[in-house]
């Protein structure tokens, strides 16, 4: 039998509609975010180095673009 992995090329225009403070889970560092477009609302987290980006670049009441970078087929 074979397994085949497909990761669809894939983008979401969406608006942040909150963005947590740090928040520390054992030794991580967590942020995360919630974003919604006219189909529903989805929560975006980070950890670490992720969430040091998302900070950076995620602001409340943004819109932004979130897609994926290549199609692959294993």
Do not use: H, P, W
Not at 29 to 46: L, R, T, Y
């Amino acid at each position: 039998m074979r397994i085949f992995y497909f990761l669809i090329r894939f983008e979401i225009r969406c608006k942040v509609i909150s963005v947590s403070n740090v928040r520390y889970f054992r030794l991580n560092k967590v942020v995360d975010a919630v974003v919604c477009d006219n189909s529903g609302e989805i929560k975006v987290v980070g950890f670490n180095n992720q969430a040091d980006r998302l900070l950076e670049y995620i602001k409340f009441n943004q819109v932004i673009i979130i897609q994926t970078k290549a199609k692959y087929l294993i």
